[in-house]
């Protein structure tokens, strides 16, 4: 069969098609990059704001639009409106996140155990979800209790994978070339919690950092309160990336405690300032939500006031989204959108400028950059660009294609999107084909 995969939303959820591609193509079926002649299309929805679940909606509406001969709808919005999802014109079957970890099996009419014994190899996806970098997730479900997230609602408590399940993605995508691991989950901190013998994250990286073929680790988003500090020691292995996530949401300790978010701006200042201490030029970026039920004036400019205290490398500025069935929806003090969206704006431009800041530290520096996408021009010359381990975006040229491999580049200056910077790389021999001999 022909297979094509689609996903909105976060890394959890470009993880687990990547998961399910790796399965398929072990079967023997084939991973496509268009709906028009796919057999079979699966869509990864998402939930988390009002319009994740729209582009859900409207991603879920083209894979039928554009021929495929069946649509599988399954991930967090399905979870939370299996019936609305399963009226969309086109969808032939929903499934529901508590039973996605069967839908392979189910749908090949095979065991668990059958697809357990597979020797998996992870490629990455063709077409516009291909990713260099391989997303493992670790665990799912959150345990937290954001009054503004429907999470807890669509993912259920959190669940730790045990390390050898782990292990064997991991080998997977070494298999295939993978230069990049990326560790993500729903509560990424609290993996390891729950498992019969509890272990942490810090006890993971450390597992993993066993293995000879990694060329680099990086860590998806972790919350703060669950950052234990002396995970900071692990920054001595040079493979784990320079690039922490660590969301804020808010820089009103009122507003904090309205969101159910368990730590003060003071305590998630002081987290920044250790790590810095202990990692120098580590690029931390974060998330920030603007808008949110009671955030006055003074609330909104204290948010301001962080951000360019802290100096982020980058974030994503979020605008408030009412979700029915979160504490936060029948909240008073709502914030006309018109106001949320204004703020959003000023925010962004908070993030654009100490970003710029950020990276004009680093120029005259040389980072390691995997080059996740290359294109020849009409001279020969080959376009590259990619993540730095801090990961900032790097532009640059080479007289050959380096995709998928990394190189030494030396930081020049700004890009013209201003969003990235522009390097010369310093060798010809890539790290990649270092690693390989």
Known sequence: MKIFFDVVGCRLNQSEIEGFANLFRALGHEIIPEPNDADIAIVNTCAVTVKAAADSRKHLRRAAREGARSVIATGCWVTVEPDAAGELTG????????????????????????????????????????????????????????????????????????????????????????AEIVLTGVQLGAWGRDLAEPQGLKDLIEAILVHARLQRVRLSSIEPWEFDQSMLSLWQDPRLCRHLHIPLQSGSDRILKRMGRPISVSAYQALIEATRRTIPDIAITTDVITGFPGESEADFEATKAILQRIGFSGGHVFTYSPRPGTPAFKMDGQVPRHVAKARNAALQDVFRVTGAHYREALFGQTLPVLWESSAQAEDGMWQLSGLADNYIKVYSVADRDLWNKISSVRLEGHHPDGGGAFGYIEELTELGDEAEA
């Open 91 to 178: 969808v032939t079957q929903v499934v529901v996140n508590a039973d996605k970890h069967t839908l392979v099996a189910d749908l090949l009419s095979l065991s668990q155990e059958d697809l357990a014994a597979l020797p998996l190899r992870r490629e990455p996806l063709p077409g516009v979800r291909a990713r260099t970098r391989a997303f493992i997730g670790v665990q799912k479900g959150c345990d937290n209790h954001c009054t503004y997230c429907l999470t807890r609602v669509a993912r259920g408590v959190s669940r730790s994978r045990p390390v050898d399940a782990i292990q064997k993605d991991i080998q997977a995508a070494l298999d295939g070339g993978s």
